[in-house]
């Protein structure tokens, strides 16, 4: 079967129809594509005709990487549109598709994991021991349904939204997900136990890709704050630790004086070696081990008192083993800040390539914009293979059809965002909606603009 056939559209325009071929070469005979192409041509969907076509449809799952919830929904859209008969799906990270109330505070998605592991261990979770379902579970095989429409069945049948989407992306065979299920370690290996699958039998898909190599150095980088350090010395008191406690303590002043000679009473960053920091602790790792261990019993105190389950110490158990683990690694910048007599450690990275190298061990890849020129950058930006496949696809609108005009008075620069420049412009916005013939699409510098 030809890409083609799957179009569900009146028209094909050129560049779908070199995107598909492209695509699905790469598909078939294993490799990587980068792709850079207008916004508004038709990318997703050319790539789907591609995917589904391809002999090999039935040996590969195809992971669908994207940065937003709504991105991942229109993966889902696009597959109704050709009427896919397949079990697809768009999934949320694990705080996203939890109905327990306590997930609700847990601030990032590694620690997700780790307080839904509790839960489940100490029979916390009343969705999560309901879970097993094989009548609601069948409603979803053999079409494309989306992450908000699993919730919703979950909350009817008071079931556990994501262990029943766990159950169905061992029958999908394609996946709409944040970039964290491939990019981030601690998230990846259980995502591919759940999948059923080896990285060597993926395509993995990267939508919007110019944000890969940021999303890649960020999961890479923390940060360490005078403030996580004092509350953290307060956990260790309050459970009783005192030795650790005292630990702490000293190694915050040290820090702080450190921090004073560097400064005086100026704000600053200092790029360090990364030692120096370590020299007012005896035994780094084995603290950082016994941090680990000390906010892991934290966490299931407060899981069994019904608290939010949040551990300062965990995260300075995680962040000191990655800062012992980085001194002399190239990769990693090991920064000392000070801001109103607050310092802060962080550690930056800037080479995305830490992260992205053993992706693209995948079966095949594809990574599309409409921002990556030049291309041969980006590809060893991200550590792809020089045999990687560039593709730039021209824009399907005739360059007399785009105006771009420049308005003066109005700007979205933090400093003048007040209510009498949010005026201005909804003033200008108004102008301009009644001006133009047709339809309006109006693009932000931020959500808080938008609000």
Same mark, same amino acid.
């Given at each position: 079967?030809?890409?083609?056939?799957?179009?569900?559209?009146?028209?094909?325009?050129?560049?779908?129809?070199?995107?598909?071929?492209?695509?699905?070469?790469?598909?078939?005979?294993?490799?990587?594509?980068?792709?850079?192409?207008?916004?508004?041509?038709?990318?997703?969907?050319?790539? *789907?005709?591609?995917?589904?076509?391809?002999?090999?449809?039935?040996?590969?799952?195809?992971?669908?990487?994207?940065?937003?919830?709504? !991105?991942?929904?229109?993966?889902?859209?696009?597959?109704?549109?050709?009427?896919?008969?397949?079990?697809?799906?768009?999934?949320?990270?694990?705080? $996203?598709?939890?109905?327990?109330?306590?997930?609700?505070?847990?601030?990032?998605?590694?620690?997700?994991?780790?307080?839904?592991?509790?839960?489940?261990?100490?029979?916390?979770?009343?969705?999560?021991?309901?879970?097993?379902?094989?009548?609601?579970?069948?409603?979803?095989?053999?079409?494309?349904?989306?992450?908000?429409?699993?919730?919703?069945?979950?909350?009817?049948?008071?079931?556990?939204?994501?262990?029943?989407?766990?159950?169905?992306?061992?029958?999908?065979?394609?996946?709409?997900?944040?970039?964290?299920?491939?990019?981030?370690?601690?998230?990846?290996?259980?995502?591919? !136990?759940?999948?059923?699958?080896?990285?060597?039998?993926?395509?993995?898909?990267?939508?919007?890709?110019?944000?890969?190599?940021?999303?890649?150095?960020?999961?890479?980088?923390?940060?360490?704050?005078?403030?996580?350090?004092?509350?953290?010395?307060? $956990?260790?008191?309050?459970?009783?630790?005192?030795?650790?406690?005292?630990?702490?303590?000293?190694?915050?002043?040290?820090?702080?004086?450190?921090?004073?000679?560097?400064?005086?009473?100026?704000?600053?960053?200092?790029?360090?070696?990364?030692?120096?920091?370590?020299?007012?602790?005896?035994?780094?790792?084995?603290?950082?081990?016994?941090?680990?261990?000390?906010?892991?019993?934290?966490?299931?105190?407060?899981?069994?008192?019904?608290?939010?389950?949040?551990?300062?110490?965990?995260?300075?158990?995680?962040?000191?083993? *990655?800062?012992?683990?980085?001194?002399?690694?190239?990769?990693?910048?090991?920064?000392?800040?000070?801001?109103?007599?607050?310092?802060?450690?962080?550690?930056?990275?800037?080479?995305?390539?830490?992260?992205? !190298?053993?992706?693209?061990?995948?079966?095949?890849?594809?990574?599309?914009?409409?921002?990556?020129?030049?291309?041969?950058?980006?590809?060893?930006?991200?550590?792809?293979?020089?045999?990687?496949?560039?593709?730039?696809?021209?824009?399907?609108?005739?360059?007399?059809?785009?105006?771009?005009?420049?308005?003066?008075?109005?700007?979205?620069?933090?400093?003048?965002?007040?209510?009498?420049?949010?005026?201005?412009?909804?003033?200008?916005?108004?102008?301009?909606?009644? $001006?133009?013939?047709?339809?309006?699409?109006?693009?932000?510098?931020?959500?808080?603009?938008?609000?």
């Amino acid at each position: 079967m030809q890409p083609e056939e799957l179009f569900p559209y009146p028209e094909i325009r050129p560049a779908q129809l070199e995107l598909m071929r492209a695509a699905r070469e790469i598909i078939d005979s294993g490799g990587h594509l980068v792709v850079e192409g207008p916004t508004g041509m038709g990318k997703t969907v050319a790539l *789907l005709c591609s995917l589904l076509s391809s002999p090999r449809v039935d040996e590969y799952k195809v992971v669908y990487c994207c940065r937003t919830h709504k !991105q991942m929904d229109r993966v889902i859209e696009e597959l109704r549109a050709m009427k896919a008969r397949i079990t697809a799906l768009s999934m949320r990270g694990k705080r $996203e598709m939890c109905l327990n109330r306590l997930m609700r505070f847990v601030p990032s998605a590694s620690e997700a994991a780790q307080v839904c592991a509790i839960l489940k261990r100490r029979g916390k979770c009343e969705f999560f021991e309901r879970r097993g379902s094989s009548r609601v579970l069948r409603e979803f095989f053999d079409r494309p349904v989306t992450a908000g429409e699993i919730l919703s069945v979950c909350r009817r049948e008071e079931l556990c939204p994501y262990e029943l989407a766990k159950e169905l992306l061992g029958e999908a065979r394609l996946a709409a997900v944040s970039y964290l299920y491939i990019l981030d370690p601690s998230i990846r290996g259980g995502f591919l !136990q759940e999948i059923g699958e080896r990285l060597e039998n993926l395509v993995i898909v990267f939508d919007e890709a110019h944000n890969l190599p940021a999303t890649a150095s960020e999961i890479a980088s923390d940060r360490l704050t005078s403030t996580s350090i004092s509350l953290a010395v307060r $956990e260790a008191e309050e459970a009783g630790e005192k030795k650790l406690s005292r630990e702490l303590t000293g190694w915050f002043r040290f820090l702080q004086g450190f921090a004073g000679e560097i400064f005086g009473e100026k704000e600053g960053e200092k790029l360090l070696e990364g030692r120096e920091v370590l020299n007012g602790l005896e035994a780094p790792a084995e603290l950082a081990e016994r941090a680990e261990e000390v906010g892991e019993n934290i966490l299931w105190k407060r899981v069994e008192e019904g608290r939010a389950p949040r551990s300062h110490l965990r995260h300075l158990s995680s962040f000191l083993a *990655l800062w012992v683990e980085s001194c002399g690694m190239e990769e990693y910048l090991h920064i000392l800040s000070k801001r109103r007599a607050q310092f802060s450690l962080e550690l930056s990275v800037l080479d995305p390539r830490i992260i992205t !190298q053993e992706i693209w061990d995948c079966w095949a890849s594809v990574s599309m914009s409409g921002t990556l020129a030049p291309l041969e950058a980006y590809r060893d930006l991200v550590g792809l293979p020089s045999t990687a496949r560039l593709l730039e696809l021209p824009s399907p609108f005739p360059e007399e059809n785009v105006l771009c005009l420049a308005t003066e008075g109005v700007t979205t620069k933090e400093e003048f965002r007040l209510p009498q420049m949010y005026q201005k412009i909804n003033e200008k916005l108004a102008e301009i909606c009644e $001006e133009v013939p047709a339809n309006v699409g109006i693009f932000t510098a931020s959500y808080e603009v938008l609000r």
